[in-house]
């Protein structure tokens, strides 16, 4: 009876003890497994979404720098007030000089600028809440996208005397608030402003310096020095972290851009791939 009785008690702990590990099994670690899987395809859905816009945006802006880092004599005499503030409704001469392609210039820039971080702000607003998985690759884009940010906003970068040497630059907060300002929706879609939009905002910019945001923006790029003008060298910090990104984000895509499907790919209505455009143009 007693070896009975004993042969019972175990057969119970033992039924027990596995109860518990099925229903351990079953309520939380099969639970946290699919809830962790289906977090990590949304963070990489959201990745991708984000990606071919974020690289189109920041390959448009590091051109334009480098436009202007080559010839700096130009980007002075296009980014200043006499510029900005011109009237002219259209060209009157064919030349790189004329007041209404050097306003297109600037303001273009400006949107170039604009754009790149209303992406990122896109990017960032949706994946807060999806930021505790995939950590290595998380920080390395966190990374890379603070030293874009660091280029225009790190005081501390510019060592030279600041009684001779001129420079400005947005902090942080600004960056995102311009990036909130670049943010529409459209059909229930949330999408960065497209150039005729931003084209009637700075309209109301040269009214009343509305909206708030634009003014970091204008200030950092207007009134450039040909001497001691530390924001060239925020320019090139700026381009330089803006190259890293892209090449983490696709490593032949500057390569690609250097080739003439960069004209049939900008051409082409939605954020198209390499590949597809390639195949749009049948350029081998």
């Known amino acids: 009876m007693d070896k009975y009785f004993g042969f019972s008690v175990i057969a119970a702990i033992v039924t027990n003890v596995g ?11 099969f639970v946290k497994y699919f809830d962790d899987l289906k977090e990590k395809r ?8 984000y990606k071919d816009p974020i690289l189109l945006t920041a390959s448009e802006l590091s051109r334009r720098l480098e436009q202007s880092l080559k010839n700096k ?10 510029v900005l503030f011109d009237k002219s409704k ?3 001469v064919t030349t790189n000089q004329d007041k209404y392609f050097l306003k297109y210039r600037f ?3 400006l949107y170039r600028f604009c754009a790149f971080f209303g992406w990122l702000e896109l990017y960032r607003q949706d994946i807060t809440f999806l930021d505790s998985h995939s950590k290595k690759d998380n920080f390395k884009s966190a990374l890379l996208i603070d030293n874009i940010r660091e280029a225009i906003a790190e005081g501390r970068l510019n060592t030279n005397d600041t009684n001779t040497w001129n420079d400005r630059f947005i902090f942080r907060e600004e960056l995102r608030s311009i990036g909130e300002g670049m943010i529409e929706i459209i059909q229930e879609q949330r ?31 207007v009134d450039l020095k040909q001497e001691r003008d ?5 320019m090139e910090l700026l381009n330089e972290a803006l190259k890293k990104l892209i090449r983490a984000l696709d490593a032949n895509y500057l390569i690609a851009l250097n080739q003439p499907i960069l ?12 590949k597809a455009a390639q195949r749009i143009c049948k350029y081998k």
């Open 191 to 221: 999408m960065v402003t497209g150039y005729g939009k931003f084209q009637s905002l700075f309209i109301e910019f040269e009214k009343n310096e509305e909206p708030i945001w634009l003014r970091p923006v204008v200030n950092f790029f």
């Open 90 to 92: 259209y060209m009157t």
């Open 73 to 82: 004599q130009i980007a002075i005499n296009t980014f200043n007030k006499e």
């Open 42 to 49: 949304s963070l990489k859905r959201v990745a991708q979404h």
């Open 107 to 109: 303001i273009s820039t």
């Open 19 to 29: 109860s518990f590990i099925a229903l351990f099994l079953k309520d939380f670690l």
């Open 230 to 234: 530390f924001r060239f060298e925020r």
């Open 263 to 274: 004209a049939c790919l900008l051409c082409v209505p939605t954020f198209a791939s390499i």
